[in-house]
């Protein structure tokens, strides 16, 4: 009887641990005079977001900020299932985002510095885009020497079919149901274009290698495994590009993706203020060339978008549940899978 | 007289009262139509949704199933930026979407979608349910399709629209007002043009009222020039009678001083003839009475009708002296002439302005002691003055401006007969000339200095 209670007690804990979302990293940054903390969760690397909590520091110096990473599934998990306390939470998942904004999770931000900012890059004063964020093709050296990498997805289709020994085995890109960016940007595809369900069927005929992450899909074209990566983060790949050689960065000219970062201040959050001061200084840290640089952020600029015309930031709305559904994810995803695994 | 609130401003506050309560129903019309045409646009993308939702529903594997349409949520997205929920339920078991989203209280047929507004997650939303029969003929099953939106969109409009109506609606008050305050003066201005030329008459101008009068004003008009018509007649009767009674009078006062001179030759008794004396001077003073009642009935008279001819203030001053001068002699009382050596010509009527001249004149000798100076002077300055100044008794503390009334005399004469007619014909043939009598002390002793002031 002891021996089930105590069983029992263990299952609960552990079952309990098993739920607490997933926690990648924890940093705490101490405020040079302390006089509150923000609780940031993000899914953002350390380095990206180091040098903007030090420039918010260094303007507000009595904010301690405790900044923690994780996925962007956990993320919308921990705020809106596990009632995880935070002040600001920062996602590269738009869909997920706008979820937690429709479903009453996020608190309005009416007086933001929005007055610079396009109408598209926010969403009913929750949700604050500071970050824009183009999926592109990576392309190895090895493979493309002279530059004659294709340049629209129609080129891509073309090139993989004419020469399938070439590319077998040797092209990667994100696994959907892994990833959420992968996901955001698939499904974004099969609304744009007919084309991608194509593109996945050549995949799969060549055997793709699917990633979970940008990172190593970037690794692998730049040591030549992979002769190209498709839909890689463009901000990782650019800031990357200074390190390691061996791979080329390629924005279509049919059309291109652009995912934005997005802030929002969950309901619970018990210091708005300062999650609403990180908010104005993300909005306006584009002013900043250094601490873009720093960070590797492309912020928000929409003269980038009047010079090519190709680049499409994802639209906040309603749209963006449609992909969330239960039914329609399934589905989608039961045709990736066909599309990808042809045995 | 009893004053009543101004017809201005009862007017204007009426038409500012109909102004305001057209402005609010203005207002209310407006935002009423308004957001009764937004809600039926958000009723309508709704229903669009849900039917676009329905429309993607299949049957598959025995069961229903759908590949939520991404128009179906995307065109919620046009209105505004409103938080949206949905759910499709088969047989009473939620298939995808929210699944607490409330189930409408009445269930709807096919092809008639219910609205709801009700209460979710702590916001007021709009819903619409609509059924949709599926499955096979052997397996039937009733699927609803609910989608629902927050009303912060419709509320963003409706404050616009509350803002603008409210602008509007004040500004057609502003502006109707400004034209009640117009319209009220506009329609006021004939009385006051008419109370203009009422106002402007001199005291004595009883002719009937010939300005423009508004209809409704006639029968005012009318009355007002019936009673002047009575007034005048009345007035001109009342002159007549005196004038009559002057006249009658004076002629047997002639005879009876006749004889009553001739019994003062013939009585030898001092006594009876001191008696006779008085009598004879009694009689004097009737004669002159009566005398002032006609040139006061004559001025009245001439005054309706002023003849204006040229002439020559010097000449009626001399020959006015020169009639007075027996007069004064029996009080050996000197009239000295103070005249400009060349003519004063004035455009006026000689009969009245002699009349003035002698009343004031004679009122001087009556009032002097024997054996004084009185000087009738003509000076031109801004006015031309023609000054009576005698030694006299003076006014003493009269108040002056009573003199020229009628039948007003100073406060120490009791002991000289005299109507008090005589300096109010001078005033009135001064006024009618367009001057005026003034009246005051000697400045060099005692004695009075009265002056017909008459324009130049």
């Known amino acids: 009887m002891r021996i089930a209670a105590v069983t029992a007690l263990i299952l609960l804990w552990v079952s309990r641990a098993v739920l607490a979302f997933e926690v990648e990293d924890h940093i705490t940054y101490p405020a040079a005079n302390e006089g509150s903390v923000l609780r940031i969760i993000s899914t953002a690397d350390r380095e990206a977001f180091e040098p903007i909590i030090a420039a918010f520091q260094a303007q507000h110096p009595g904010v301690k900020v405790e900044y923690t990473i994780t996925g962007t599934t956990s993320l919308m998990q921990a705020i809106a299932e596990e009632e995880a306390v935070f002040d600001l939470a920062i996602s590269s998942a738009m869909d997920l985002q706008t979820k937690l904004a429709n479903d009453g999770f996020a608190q309005n931000y009416d007086d933001a510095e929005t007055d610079h900012l396009p109408e598209w890059a926010s969403w009913r004063n929750q949700i604050f885009a500071f970050t824009q964020e183009p999926a592109v093709l990576v392309v190895s050296d090895a493979f493309f020497p002279d530059g004659d990498a294709p340049r629209s997805r129609d080129q891509l289709i073309a090139l993989l079919r004419e020469n399938p020994e070439l590319f077998q085995g040797r092209i990667g890109t994100y696994d959907v149901r892994q990833s959420g960016f992968g996901y955001l940007m698939a499904t974004q595809d099969s609304r744009n274009s007919e084309s991608f369900w194509r593109l996945m069927e050549v995949m799969g005929r060549l055997d793709a290698k699917l990633y979970c992450c940008s990172g190593d899909m970037i690794r692998d074209v730049a040591n030549g495994e992979l002769a190209l990566a498709y839909n890689v983060l463009g901000s990782y790949a650019s800031s990357q590009q200074n390190g390691v050689d061996g791979f080329q960065i390629i924005e279509f000219e049919d059309y291109v993706n652009v995912m934005l970062r997005t802030a929002l201040i969950p309901e619970t959050s018990p210091n708005p203020e300062d999650a609403s001061k990180f908010i104005d200084f993300l909005l306006v840290f584009g002013q900043n060339p250094d601490l873009v640089l720093a960070s590797g952020l492309p912020a928000i600029n929409p003269s980038v978008l009047h010079e090519n015309t190709a680049l499409r930031p994802i639209r906040f709305g309603p749209g963006l549940l449609v992909f969330l559904d239960k039914i329609r994810r399934d589905n989608f995803l039961k045709n990736w899978e066909s599309s990808l695994f042809q045995e | ?456």
């Not at chain 2, 007549?240 to 003062?264: G, K, M, S, Y």
Request: with cysteine.
């Open chain 2, 1 to 456: 007289m009893k004053f009543h609130a101004s017809i201005r401003r009862r007017l204007f506050f009426q038409l500012a009262g109909v102004a305001a309560l057209l402005s609010l129903t203005f207002f209310f019309v407006v935002r009423g139509v308004a957001e009764r045409a937004a809600e039926g646009t958000q009723d309508q993308v709704l229903a669009a949704s849900a039917i676009a939702m329905a429309d993607s529903l299949r049957n598959e594997g025995g069961g229903v199933t759908l590949d939520l349409p991404y128009s179906s949520l995307s065109m919620l997205g046009t209105v505004g930026q409103d938080r949206v929920f949905y759910r499709v339920a088969v047989s009473g078991q939620t298939l995808t979407g929210y699944d607490d989203l409330p189930v409408p209280t009445a269930l709807p047929q096919p092809g008639e979608p219910v609205f709801e507004t009700l209460m979710f997650r702590g916001d007021e939303i709009r819903s619409v349910t609509l059924l949709r029969p599926m499955g096979s003929e052997a397996n039937r099953a009733q699927a609803f399709v609910t989608v629902a939106q927050t009303r912060e969109g419709l509320e963003t409009i409706s404050r616009r629209i509350t803002t603008l109506a409210t602008g509007i609606g004040a500004g057609f008050f502003v502006l109707a007002t400004a034209l009640s305050l117009w319209a009220a003066g506009s329609a006021l201005a004939p009385i006051n043009r008419l109370t203009g030329a009422v106002t402007r008459r001199g005291p004595k101008d009883l002719r009937p009222v010939t300005a423009e009068t508004p209809r409704e004003l006639l029968p005012l008009v009318e009355a007002l020039n019936s009673f002047m018509g009575r007034l005048r007649a009345s007035l001109l009767r009342t002159e007549d009678f005196i004038a009559e009674a002057a006249h009658r009078v004076r002629t047997p006062l002639a005879t009876v001083r006749a004889q009553a001179e001739v019994t003062h030759l013939k009585l030898r008794k001092p006594e009876h003839k001191q008696a006779i004396r008085e009598m004879i001077r009694a009689i004097d003073e009737s004669a002159r009475s009566a005398g002032q009642m006609l040139d006061h009935a004559m001025v009245t008279f001439r005054a309706d009708s002023l003849l204006r001819e040229e002439l020559d203030l010097n000449a009626v001053v001399e020959e006015t002296c020169d009639r007075l001068d027996p007069t004064a002699d029996l009080k050996d009382i000197v009239i000295h002439r103070d005249l400009p050596d060349h003519a004063v010509s004035f455009q006026g009527d000689r009969i009245l302005l002699q009349a003035a001249v002698m009343n004031i004149l004679d009122n001087a000798i009556k009032y002097s002691p024997a054996d004084s100076d009185i000087t009738v002077s003509v000076v031109e300055g801004a006015e031309t003055s023609i000054a009576v100044t005698d030694e006299g008794r003076g006014f003493a503390d009269t108040d002056l401006s009573r003199l020229v009334s009628r039948y007003k005399r100073g406060a120490n004469v009791g002991d000289v007969v005299g109507s008090g007619l005589g300096l109010t014909i001078a005033a009135d043939v001064a006024q009618v000339h367009g001057g005026r009598l003034s009246i005051s002390s000697n400045k060099e002793g005692p004695g009075a200095c009265v002056s017909l002031l008459l324009p130049r």
